[in-house]
């Protein structure tokens, strides 16, 4: 699985974004997807994942409220719709897929879960 993050972009704090993660190749071995986010000087954590059938979301407590992922099963892409944003979620956004339940179900918000990733897309909000 091939996975390709795009919107990258600089906005004002209280803008909106959305970033959007094209999968290719065996797309139907994914289980879940998700995004994770790096800022600079810190680890990757968690931002949200999707179980790919039921459309079932997770999210960070930070985010909640605030993001939304989504998925379209017949693009193989995978969506993050940002809003309200605020300077800390500037960070390099990654998406990533998890091909099975045994370790996407128990670990979706951990990298270990995931078995596939895309480069990253910048995200800056500024002040």
């Known amino acids: 699985v091939q996975l390709q993050a795009s919107g990258r972009g600089l906005v004002q704090a209280g803008g909106s974004l959305r970033l959007s993660c094209a999968a290719s190749g065996r797309t139907g071995v994914t289980f879940g997807m998700g995004w994770f986010r790096q800022a600079p000087g810190k680890e990757r954590e968690f931002v949200a994942a999707?179980?790919?059938?039921?459309?079932?979301?997770y999210y960070t407590d930070s985010v909640k409220g605030r993001f939304s992922i989504s998925r379209d099963n017949a693009k193989n892409t995978l969506y993050l719709q940002m809003n309200t944003l605020k300077p800390e979620d500037t960070a390099v956004y990654y998406c990533?897929?998890?091909?099975?339940?045994?370790?996407?179900?128990?670990?979706?918000?951990?990298?270990?879960?995931?078995?596939?990733w895309g480069q990253g897309t910048q995200v800056t909000v500024s002040s």
């Open positions: 990533a897929a998890g091909i099975t339940y045994n370790n996407f179900g128990r670990y979706y918000n951990r990298i270990s879960g995931y078995d596939y």
């Open positions: 999707i179980i790919m059938s039921s459309g079932t979301p």
